[in-house]
C-alpha cells in the first residue's frame, strides 16, 4: 500500500510522534494550523473517518479520547478538533485521521 499515514504508523516514513498506542499514532502536522496541530490515525488504514466509523466505532471513539486526554497532557485548556472526509470537504490524505488544534483562539464563525 502506497499509503502515507500507514508508512509514518510503520516507521518508513519519519514523523513526531507524540503518542503511539497499539491502535492509534498521533504525530505533529508538518503544515500546521496553529500552535499545536497534531493528526491522531488509526494503525490501520481505513479511507476516512466515516468508513472508520461504519467498521469499528470503538476504534472511533477511542480516538475521540486520546484526542482528548493529549489535549490535556498537553495542557490546553480549550481545542478544536476538526475531521474531513472526502475530497470535496478537504480531506488530501486519504487515511483516517482526527486534526487536534489549540495553543490559539479560533475564530466563530470560521471563515
Known sequence: ???????????SIPATIVKQTEKITA?????PQAPTHLLIIPNIHFENMGKLSEADEKLSGEMLREASAIAKDLGLDSWRININTGASAG?????????????????????
Open 1 to 11: 500500500m502506497d499509503c502515507l499515514f500507514c508508512k509514518i504508523v510503520n516507521g
Open 27 to 31: 504525530f505533529n502536522d508538518i503544515s
Open 91 to 111: 480531506q488530501s490524505v486519504f487515511h483516517a485521521h482526527i486534526h487536534l488544534l489549540g495553543g490559539r483562539t479560533f475564530a466563530w464563525p470560521p471563515g
